[in-house]
């Protein structure tokens, strides 16, 4: 790549036509995949000249200082909390008020909540109640525990949101979740149920796949309206990864004073509010990317709402990332960056500031969770950790081009691919089947203005290559927001330009990109992909 540039400017230099590489065209094969014309080249391309006002700013991510990890428990003492059975703390989001020059805590130990009283170092000092019930949850919810708290400043009542699951098969392994509210006049000691707030919009049937999982019920506050954040599995059996639901915060707290719950509506980009119970969501992200867990706070240093989430490779149940992203209004949300990964699982992540505010951070901010090594069941060898996350304060545009120096640089091995790696600057990989595809990160760039994917590879058959792409309308990789290209057998590096305006679904912002190389078991070399103009 840095032999390119030199060529580039170079050329630039003698500001003539004579480093131009001869470019030839691939006739278009009829075919019902709308395969459109192809520019080859086996010649080096120059590096792309930056563009400027090409990505909507509020696309941009946040540039990482620093980040360091701590364990906070080990398995023995994260399971025996104040000499009290915890075994399955925290199984989710964690709450927190000050009380008494410390803080009060409250997390899931399994289906009940355990309720804290400690630092942001040792939450887990002294345990007032390792099995908090809520009263007055409906028998049909085996599961009933949180989690999130808000404390209403004029009159001190205390709000839960907690995580309810209807165990389909009565032991759990196949559930549906709920996302519940609950109230304390006594800052915590007890609950009382207020009422379901928000369920998916598919309705529980033990015959659907597991598990209509709705998430942790993380929250904010923004222009008097809580935002409470989750998944939703829809009716087709799809599921909106990230989701949100508003209602007023002086509605909610005068229903609760009356022990009921004031009707949640959830944002659908329809320009409709669909309702909270059973309702249509949207996602927030562009290209729907899958979510495990997540947890909310604005952060003043950079003036958006940050975002952490944890998810797993799904094709790999041991492959677990932890990102960071970013929004103004939160409900656009920026490409992700990721934190670490890890080897194993990893669940429940939780925002908190140094000053332990659950709402508001800054520069420096933590992240709580859980780890589990790989070959042991969660909760067995679990550990308690902590993450320090530092921002620079940078906002950086999104990738668009990709040059594969040293790694893979976000792209992941979805499906027949072995081999996947760098070698000699290139990405080297081994097709094990004839639909071999790998997924990009998350990209947030606007299709309007990248219109078209410059890659340059070689592969040891011929046959048809596809990129497959999302964007907010068109949140899955389906046939009809594709588009496919012949590829040449070479032994050398051929250029092919593929026009993603082809498909009349290359508009807007585009979420990621699914590439399937080629149709082939063969070797495949990537050198570069860059989107471009």
């Known amino acids: 790549s840095k032999q390119r540039f030199l060529l580039f400017l170079f050329c630039m230099t003698l500001t003539i036509g004579a480093c131009r590489a001869p470019v030839t065209s691939t006739p278009t094969m009829p075919s019902p995949k709308n395969i459109p014309e192809v520019v080859s080249t086996a010649s080096n391309t120059p590096e792309p000249t930056p563009t400027q006002d090409l990505v909507d700013t509020s696309f941009y991510s946040p540039e990482i200082a620093s980040t360091s990890t701590e364990t906070i428990y ?10 009290t059975d915890t075994f399955f703390w925290p199984d989710g989001n964690i709450g927190l008020v000050p009380f008494d020059g410390q803080f009060r805590f409250f997390a899931a130990n399994s289906t009940r909540s355990a309720v804290s009283v400690g630092t942001l170092d040792d939450p887990g000092n002294i345990v007032e109640n390792h099995r908090l019930s809520i009263a007055g949850v409906d028998s049909e ?11 209403d400043p004029d009159s001190g009542l205390l709000l839960m949101f907690y995580h309810a699951e209807r165990h389909l098969n009565g032991n759990g392994s196949i559930f549906h979740a709920s996302i519940g509210l609950a109230a304390s006049q006594d800052d915590g000691q007890t609950f009382q149920n207020l009422g379901i707030i928000l369920e998916n919009n598919a309705p529980p049937d033990a015959k659907a796949p597991c598990c209509a999982d709705m998430g942790g019920a993380t ?38 004073k009356n022990g009921m719950v004031t009707p949640w509506s959830k944002y659908n980009n329809n ?43 799904r094709s790999d149940t041991n492959n677990y990332q932890l990102y960071l992203t970013t929004s103004e209004d939160g409900y656009q949300w920026s490409p992700r960056v990721q934190l670490m ?25 933590y992240i709580y969770y859980v780890t589990t090594p790989v070959g042991v069941t969660r909760w067995h060898n679990t550990k308690f950790e902590r993450m320090t996350v530092t921002l620079s304060g940078q906002m ?27 070698q000699n600057s290139a990405l080297i990989i081994q ?26 590879m070689k592969t040891g058959q011929s046959g048809t290559g596809q990129f497959f792409f999302t964007t907010k309308e068109f949140p899955y990789h389906v046939e009809e927001s594709s588009v496919a290209f012949d590829v040449d057998e070479s032994d050398e590096y051929i250029t092919y330009t593929v026009d993603m305006s082809a498909s009349e679904n290359w508009k807007g912002i585009i979420g990621d990109i699914r590439f399937d190389p080629i149709d082939q078991a063969t070797t495949i070399e990537i050198d570069y992909i860059r989107l471009v103009p």
């Open 271 to 313: 320009g409709q509010q669909q309702p909270g119970i059973s309702g249509l969501s949207s996602p927030l992200e562009a290209g729907n990317p899958p979510t495990d867990w997540f947890s909310i706070s604005y952060n003043t240093f950079i003036d958006r709402y940050i975002m952490a989430i944890l998810t797993h490779v």
């Open 431 to 456: 097709a094990t089947g004839n639909d071999p595809y790998m997924a990009s990160p998350s990209l947030g760039i606007n299709g309007d203005t990248y219109k078209k994917i410059e890659i340059r």
């Open 74 to 83: 080990e398995q023995q003492q994260r399971a025996t909390l104040g000499k």
């Open 341 to 365: 990964e890890f080897n194993g699982e990893m669940a429940y992540p939780t925002i908190i500031a140094p000053d332990g505010n659950p709402l508001n951070t800054s520069e420096t901010f």
């Open 141 to 151: 919810f085996s599961y009933a525990s949180g989690g999130p708290v808000y404390r």
């Open 219 to 256: 929250y904010t506050i923004k222009d008097g309206q809580f935002l409470v954040y989750f998944r939703d599995r829809l009716e087709d059996l799809n599921t909106i990864e990230l989701a949100v639901a508003t209602a007023a915060v002086d509605e909610v707290i005068e229903a609760a």
């Open 396 to 422: 950086l545009e999104p990738s668009h081009g990709w040059e594969f120096e040293d790694d893979a640089e976000g792209w992941k091995p979805l499906y027949h691919m072995d081999t996947f790696e760098i």
